[in-house]
């Protein structure tokens, strides 16, 4: 079965670094646009970015344009957030996510994917 595994989270300080990873067994990784969600409790998954199945198309929600960059090692099934700059809205528990079908874009809205890992804490302290 498709397995996601997230890594990489962390406590940080403000304007700190961290660089997440994500896992993916089970199936033939480099077919299927990828994509990184947050959620803090209480509020609904929010979309923070997508990428293409060849790494060549990329897009963020604007709060994190300019400091995250999601990327993708398609010959090690894993793909990466780097986040920059972090501030402590940035706090939440991240998940990495791929649709069931292959499709040419990431899509933005949780509802469009299948697979979700099992998120990674991401606390940034002022």
């Known amino acids: 079965q498709v397995q996601l595994v997230e890594s990489g989270g962390g406590l940080v300080q403000a304007g700190d670094s961290l660089r997440l990873s994500c896992a993916v067994s089970?199936?033939?990784?480099?077919?299927?646009?990828m994509g990184w969600f947050r959620q803090v409790p209480g509020r609904e998954r929010e979309f923070v970015a997508g990428i293409s199945r060849s790494g060549g198309y990329t897009y963020y929600v604007d709060s994190v344009k300019g400091r995250f960059t999601i990327s993708r090692d398609n010959a090690k099934n894993t793909m990466f957030l780097q986040m920059n700059g972090l501030k402590p809205e940035d706090t939440a528990v991240y998940y990495c996510?791929?649709?069931?079908?292959?499709?040419?874009?990431?899509?933005?809205?949780?509802?469009?994917?299948?697979?979700w890992g099992q998120g990674t804490q991401v606390t940034v302290s002022s």
């Open positions: 089970g199936r033939t990784f480099s077919m299927y646009v």
């Open positions: 996510a791929a649709p069931r079908s292959s499709t040419s874009l990431p899509p933005r809205t949780a509802g469009a994917y299948d697979y």
